[in-house]
């Protein structure tokens, strides 16, 4: 699954870190 992470998407990282935050913050409030 690791192959070359970003070459296909660079944007793809921080996306995830974007919606791990997200979803983090949603079980918080639940």
Do not use: S
């Not at 296909?8 to 997200?22: F, H, Q, S, T, Y």
Request: positive net charge; glycine residues 10%; aromatic residues 0%.
């Amino acid at each position: 699954m690791n192959r070359k992470p970003g070459r296909l998407n660079p944007g793809a990282r921080e996306l995830k870190d974007r919606v791990a935050e997200n979803i983090g913050q949603l079980l918080e409030k639940q």
